[in-house]
């Protein structure tokens, strides 16, 4: 058999100037990448809970960094293909999923049920509902491969939630079991179909209309953007004929994607949208046409209703960018600490430790308030008024700054790695264009900060959330940053309340920034304090600091860094190891020097 002469050979040559590999962070555990979340896990949860969790999220984090992230690259280049005909002529929709995005469903709906824990007993084994805190911890492990799937994840969650908390027993009890399976086979996912070409943020312009026929409820509209379009249940917005106008004359409705008897229901997708990220989750145009649909709870109460589901998914968004910011951070500290430029490792060039630190401070905030959120809400639905209140605050204060920070954070972390983040087969240019989407869905970022000011001016929810903030500012050891969190909260409070009486639109976004950063700045240093007591890691109370003199104070444009030790708290956190209290707090002092 004749040799086989390779196209290319290497000679010696050619060896003295081979060029340095890239850095490449694949096959890695996503979750023992993020030394922080073990902490704050242990922290937060029960002892005897966090040790059952651990050894699932260690697997899913093995499982984020090397098969999900695989086959999300996968999914992403494959999106999925709407059928409108069988092959022997029969009329009938279907959508085709690419193999790589079932194998995403089959880990998120499946094997961790993920959709399911807070709903019922028996999720990885643990013998009752599980606590928001794990549903979004694993969430926010898994998104940083994949984030498409969680939307359907989120709005199926949701979609139980809602209709255990509004809907008639007999009708929860039809839809809750299929809402609730771990079996492919047997699960219903959900969605909610709102969004009209006339009715985006503005609600109570939805025309779609409910008539009543033949004894039951039937839908005539047109949807124009319905995410998981093909979800066996849908929770939908429409106006009963003769009900009034605006938000008031909506009423919610569940509509089956098949109704008892087998038959598909009357309505079908149009098309399927192509978008800019979460392309193998499908998202499509649906015009309803005469679809048999139940009502849900008060038929004067429906957009109330549908936005308790709406938080709810707002939430879930905030904690998905969380999860994308982490993600991009994971990635710039591999590659700032693997690769050489002028003579030394990026990481430690003046100008890439600024960069990496902003990235640090918008994922360590967004991961903070996510957390926190998740606590208040396991107690506002155990029946606390105050934490039903923090967590209507949080939500959008979460949604609205967290989504617009992942914009950011993932652009900049694609320059961490160069040209090469804007080539497709690296994870960069995904987690970028999926960012964008946070922003936009569950409202966009006018309507949620303006969603801010009504959550202070028409419920009073800061009256909730100062006084707790205020409880832990209390709690810290009097010192500078003692000092510097009860100023700025108190300013950040002030002038949000002054927006919101006012009802200044325009300065809407301002306060709500000021404030989310000021509540993130407090958790920071809370946890800071806890965790310098338990592990001697006060690191976090040094993010508090970044906060206050990056996000709050006023800062001189034209001035060199107000922080005086600025090279060694970067090298403090970007190590990401733990930093002793004494050296939090030697830091901390210089942080808040004032310069002359």
């Known amino acids: 058999m004749a040799a086989v002469t390779p196209i290319h050979s290497t000679s010696a040559t050619e060896d003295a100037f081979a060029q340095p590999l890239l850095p490449d962070a694949q096959g890695q555990n996503l979750f023992a990448a993020d030394p922080d979340l073990r902490g704050l896990l242990a922290l937060y949860l029960d002892p005897n809970l966090f040790a059952h969790l651990l050894p699932h999220i260690e697997r899913l984090g093995a499982l984020a960094g090397t098969r999900l992230d695989t086959a999300a690259a996968i999914a992403d280049r494959n999106p999925s293909q709407l059928h409108h005909r069988a092959r022997n002529g029969e009329h009938r929709q279907w959508i085709e999923k690419h193999p790589a995005y079932r194998q995403l ?61 509004f809907a008639d027993p007999a009708l929860a009890a039809r839809y809750l079991p299929g809402l609730t399976a771990q079996d492919m086979d047997t699960l219903t996912q959900g969605a909610m179909f709102m969004t009209e070409q006339g009715a985006g943020s503005d609600v109570g312009a939805t025309r779609t209309q409910a008539r009543r026929e033949h004894n039951e409820w039937r839908l005539y ?36 994607a098949r109704l008892p008897d087998g038959r598909a229901n009357r309505y079908r997708i149009v098309r399927l949208k192509d978008k800019l990220g979460t392309r193998a989750m499908p998202s499509g145009e649906i015009i309803l046409e005469g679809a048999t649909a139940y009502m849900v709870g008060d038929p004067e109460r429906g957009f109330v209703q549908m936005a308790d589901m709406i938080n709810m998914s ?21 590659i700032a600490r693997g690769r050489d430029a002028f003579g030394q490792p990026l990481i430690h060039l003046p100008l890439m430790r600024r960069q990496l630190l902003k990235i640090m401070l918008a994922a360590e905030s967004a991961r903070t308030i996510t957390f926190r959120t998740a606590l208040e809400l396991a107690q506002a639905d155990a029946g606390d ?36 983040g804007y080539i497709e087969e690296w994870s960069d240019a995904r987690v970028l264009r999926d960012a964008h989407l946070g922003s936009i869905w569950e409202g966009t970022s006018n309507i949620v900060a303006l969603d801010v000011m009504r959550a202070i ?63 993130a700045a407090v958790y920071l240093a809370d946890e800071g304090r806890q965790l310098g007591q338990r592990e001697h890691n006060a690191r976090r109370q040094l993010l508090a600091g970044l906060c206050i003199v990056h996000r709050l104070q006023a800062r001189d444009p034209l001035h060199s860094s107000p922080i005086q030790n600025e090279q060694r708290v970067a090298d403090q956190l970007l190590s990401e190891a733990p930093v002793s209290t004494q050296t939090t707090n030697e830091l901390l002092q210089s942080m808040f020097l004032k310069r002359e």
């Open 105 to 165: 469903e089959q880990v998120a709906f499946a094997e961790y049920g993920l959709a399911a824990m807070s709903h019922r007993a028996g999720v990885l084994d643990w013998p009752s509902p599980l606590p928001p805190l794990v549903k979004y911890a694993l969430t926010y492990v898994f998104v940083q491969a994949e984030f498409g799937v969680c939307c359907p994840l989120s709005m199926t969650d949701a979609a139980a939630r809602t209709i255990s908390k």
């Open 314 to 334: 707002r939430l879930s968004n905030g904690m998905r960018a969380a999860g994308l910011m982490r993600r991009a951070l994971t990635e710039a500290l591999f």
């Open 221 to 256: 509209g047109d949807k124009w953007f319905c995410s998981n379009a093909d979800a066996g249940v849908a929770l939908v917005l429409a106006r009963p004929q003769g009900a009034a106008t605006g938000t008031r004359g909506l009423s919610l409705f569940l509509l089956p």
């Open 385 to 420: 008024p105050a934490a039903r209140l923090r967590v209507r605050l949080l939500t959008p204060l979460l949604k609205f700054r967290a989504c617009r920070d992942a914009r950011r954070a993932a652009g900049d972390a694609m320059e961490v790695r160069g040209g090469a």
């Open 457 to 519: 001016r028409r419920e009073a929810a800061l009256d909730a959330l100062q006084p707790a903030l205020e409880a832990l500012i209390d709690s810290l050891p009097t010192g500078p940053l003692r000092e510097a969190l009860a100023l700025q909260l108190q300013r950040a409070c002030q002038f949000a309340r002054d927006c919101a009486a006012n009802n200044d639109e325009a300065n809407a976004r301002q306060a709500a920034t000021g404030l989310y950063y000021a509540s």
